[in-house]
């Protein structure tokens, strides 16, 4: 059995109009990661007291646990003590522990980590392993499937208890088909189908979507974005790639391969390209770019700095030639996003990956680029901030989807 993608066919177009029964789904969604969160964090609690902690009016906060108690997240019991009246005896809710498992799984360009969760996206245990992923396709599903079951093993759970799975993949997966298919990225996965083959090693069904839109997932989930419903989640790595979110929900494009920023012509550059082009943005401040130039310019003024053993970006912005180095970098990055902001105007530009980690240098060279280039009006709407969750941000964005599909 396939998982259906979170939107319906036509939900990404431009214009659409969602229907009554998308509303009711999309509400349902907007309410549950709230109030499941209030649950967690009081152990039990009363309607009323789901109400005042979220916000929520009794109405939704009814609703929402109705829905929650039929798939059987949450148990009601009666409230222990007098009930302070004639009628109905007080009730709590509470998780239902047991069955609250999800798994989640980021595959990278040379890393794979699985994890399990419960079912407000508290990680339970976590298992990662090194791979070329980009050129063992077959390899890097054994060993995704592989790691999630030893994440389960750690967490004291079974297959069985499996409520969803979800994983992301470097590389855009054709929506309609469901494999990938764009000849100049991941060339050696074209035509495999990554949730079939997860589904077949793990005997559950997975949901499987590309690395930057479950990014722009996590941080929307548990991170900068929380409370922005049009954002555009920047993933800088090995690859840079943009998770699209627009009204609430993931934008992929006709065929999915929406947000592949990192091949747009960069003036002047001349580098070649993983994807057959000269001058693609990835090329100019990929973090392994972006690292050889920082050793360059660290070296200048010291012993020779090996690019493979850099400090964290975060300690190295303290240092002014790095910081220029990463303010530039930003520049460049922002001047391909300006042309987004003008186009989609979203509220936010939340930056992610090895870069977005580099914190002020570079999230200002990005905030100057759309100045800049952007029109002073969408420029003024976009907030530009660094990601909360820094490379965690795309498992924790695979297990908040396992969340999702595992209630839809």
């Known amino acids: ?45 009363t309607r009323s007291d789901l109400s005042r902690v979220t916000g929520l009016s009794r109405s939704a906060v009814g609703e929402c646990v109705a829905g929650l108690l039929t798939d059987g997240l949450l148990i009601e019991t009666i409230k222990d003590g007098p ?21 989640g799984i980021d595959l990278g360009h040379a890393h794979i980590t699985a994890a399990s969760a419960t079912s407000v996206g508290e990680v339970l245990a976590e298992c990662s392993g090194q791979l070329d992923v980009d050129h063992c396709p077959e390899r ?12 389960l093993r750690r967490s004291g759970h079974r297959l069985d208890e499996v409520l969803g799975v979800a994983a992301g993949i470097p590389g855009p997966l054709d929506i309609r088909a469901h494999v990938v298919s764009a000849p100049t990225i991941l060339s050696d996965w074209i035509d ?37 419903d049009d954002f555009l989640y920047i993933k800088a790595s090995h690859g840079i790639g943009a998770g699209i979110v627009l009204a609430g929900r993931t934008y992929r494009g006709s065929t999915g391969i929406a947000g592949e920023i990192g091949h747009t012509h960069i003036p002047g550059a001349s580098n070649w390209c993983r994807c057959g082009s000269q001058g693609c943005l990835e090329t100019v401040v990929s973090i392994s770019r972006v690292s050889q130039q920082l050793a360059h310019v660290l070296s200048i003024s010291g012993s ?47 930056l992610g990956g090895e870069l977005g980690a580099a914190g002020r240098p570079f999230v200002v060279g990005v905030r100057e680029s759309i100045d800049r280039y952007a029109q002073p009006a969408s420029a003024k709407a976009a907030q530009v901030v660094a990601g909360q969750l820094g490379a965690r941000a795309e498992l924790l964005g695979t297990i908040s989807t396992a969340l999702r599909v595992s209630t839809s």
């Open 1 to 45: 059995m396939r998982i259906p993608p979170l939107n319906g066919k036509n939900c990404g177009k431009i214009g659409y109009r969602p229907s009554m029964t998308e509303e009711l789904a999309a509400r349902r969604r907007r309410t549950r990661d709230p109030v499941l969160s209030a649950i967690s964090e009081l152990g039990s609690a």
């Open 83 to 103: 009930s302070g009246g004639r009628g109905r005896p007080a009730t709590v809710l509470s998780m239902r522990s047991a069955r609250g498992v999800v798994l």
């Open 140 to 151: 890097a599903l054994d060993l995704a499937a592989s790691l999630a079951k030893r994440a």
């Open 192 to 228: 495999i189908d990554p949730a079939a083959e997860l589904e077949r090693r793990l005997s559950r069904p997975v949901f499987v979507a590309n690395d930057a839109d479950m990014g722009a997932q996590g941080e929307r989930a548990f991170g900068a974005a929380r409370g922005f």
């Open 304 to 350: 020779v700095v090996d690019a493979n053993l850099l400090p964290p970006l975060a300690e190295l912005a303290l240092n002014s030639s790095a910081a220029r180095v990463l303010a530039d970098a930003g520049r460049t990055i922002g001047r391909v996003v300006a042309d987004l902001v003008n186009c989609l105007n979203p509220a936010a530009i939340v």
